[in-house]
DNA sequence: TGATGTTTGGTGACAAGGTCACTGAACTCA
DNA sequence: TGAGTTCAGTGACCTTGTCACCAAACATCA
């Protein structure tokens, strides 16, 4: 069992086509906190992620900064691909947020797969639309939703089932692309309404029902 | 000479390829606010403008919209091909601002330029490169600017050198995804600072330097 | 261990932007 | 010409962003 079963969209490739893509491709590791691409630095490689989690983010010229997305392991950081072929450098950074593995295929082998399979370009393409989805997502983000609720959203998220988080409030308003004090109030809101416990870096979830309510209204 | 010659990217494509698209492609043309594409009709072709202007936009459960970004003639709606592959419904709509004249390149057509013609890939892989990138400048500027700049940037735009626009308010708003409010109240401070003149559905720029000088600020 | 610098978070005042409810003027069209 | 519709203006109020601070928690090192 190669890693390419760990990718639900590579399944189908034909004998040829997976041969050729392990034999191709290599698998990488960087440590935490690692920049795998940034303006003036283009990707040479597609990076399908076997562990770990890259963040991707833009910093405006006033040096605030959003998250876009994140790309999860099982994911490709398929919106590279763009700039990969197009010789194009994008605005935005993709950070290693733990320390990540990931299989890289070189520009060349990516062309060549996509000339080659159809299974590839469907793979491909499917990215690119759960991508640019997500994109349009943050987009209607934050033009038309109240701040309560998504700090709640991101709270639940980061929580992942678990009850506490380790983060700072700049961390967040760097997620939610507002400022620090903003998330400071919205917390002690939530805090006085005993629904989370804060402690320097950390916040605790001791009744997250509520909040993932507001979460999803 | 052929419409080919109207899009840099696929000038160089060689003769066989550029036979066969001029072959499986065909020129449509839409009248004025044609919904091209939207939630529930997912495009069968890409299209490439020759004419008009496409609107893509998105609308938030709230019944909120916000223009994403515009395809002008020259341009393709690349980001339709992901859809266009992935098969798979994106939130957006893209809506025809003016009668528009197209060439529309069917999905099995489009797959297999992809897969035969370097050229072609680049071409897709510019476009998409160039989309995204824009979409990440609107979430900077949403998340970022100052309303009154990003309006007086919208107003240079629309003007297009000329001196009169014609927009409502609440189209001005659906540009920016905001309010009317906030954009009636920002123009009568452009109005009493003697920088526009309006009038029910027209604005005049009467003394555009100001404006164009705020505007990149 | 204490002195010092840095990171983190709290606070109040104010500005900007979004929401709501309502008004009237300007247009359309039968 | 009159009724309905579209467009724009307004004030009150709420949320969010900005600024200028302060203080507590932590890190470092002599």
């Given at each position: 069992?190669?890693?390419?079963?760990?990718?639900?969209?590579?399944?189908?490739l034909?004998?040829?086509i997976?041969?050729?893509?392990?034999?191709?491709?290599?698998?990488?590791?960087?440590?935490?906190?690692?920049?795998?691409?940034?303006?003036?630095?283009?990707?040479?490689?597609?990076?399908?992620?076997?562990?770990?989690?890259?963040?991707?983010?833009?910093?405006?010229?006033?040096?605030?900064?959003?998250?876009?997305?994140?790309?999860?392991?099982?994911?490709?950081?398929?919106?590279?691909?763009?700039?990969?072929?197009?010789?194009?450098?994008?605005?935005?950074?993709?950070?290693?947020?733990?320390?990540?593995?990931?299989?890289?295929?070189?520009?060349?082998?990516?062309?060549?797969l996509v000339?080659d399979s159809?299974e590839f370009r469907q793979f491909v393409?499917?990215?690119?639309?759960?991508?640019?989805?997500?994109?349009?997502?943050?987009?209607?983000?934050?033009?038309?939703?109240?701040?309560?609720?998504?700090?709640?959203?991101?709270?639940?998220?980061?929580?992942?089932?678990?009850?506490?988080?380790?983060?700072?409030?700049?961390?967040?308003?760097?997620?939610?692309?507002?400022?620090?004090?903003?998330?400071?109030?919205?917390?002690?809101?939530?805090?006085?309404?005993?629904?989370?416990?804060?402690?320097?870096?950390?916040?605790?979830?001791?009744?997250?029902?509520?909040?993932?309510?507001?979460?999803?209204?």
């Open positions: 069992m190669s890693w390419i079963d760990q990718f639900a969209g590579l399944s189908r034909p004998d040829g997976r041969s050729y893509l392990l034999e191709e491709s290599k698998i990488v590791t960087v440590p935490a906190n690692t920049v795998i691409f940034g303006p003036g630095k283009s990707p040479e490689s597609l990076l399908l992620l076997l562990d770990g989690t890259v963040r991707v983010q833009q910093t405006s010229d006033a040096g605030r900064e959003i998250v876009l997305y994140r790309v999860h392991a099982g994911e490709s950081c398929v919106l590279t691909t763009a700039c990969l072929l197009a010789y194009e450098d994008y605005s935005a950074e993709g950070i290693a947020e733990t320390e990540t593995r990931a299989v890289a295929i070189p520009r060349m082998v990516f062309d060549k000339s159809v393409f499917t990215a690119y639309s759960k991508r640019i989805t997500d994109l349009f997502f943050v987009i209607e983000e934050i033009a038309f939703q109240r701040m309560d609720i998504r700090l709640a959203h991101k709270l639940i998220e980061l929580a992942d089932g678990k009850d506490t988080i380790s983060s700072t409030h700049q961390k967040l308003s760097v997620e939610l692309g507002t400022a620090r004090e903003v998330i400071s109030r919205q917390l002690s809101e939530f805090q006085r309404r005993g629904w989370i416990e804060q402690s320097r870096g950390t916040i605790r979830l001791i009744n997250p029902d509520p909040i993932a309510k507001l979460a999803q209204s």
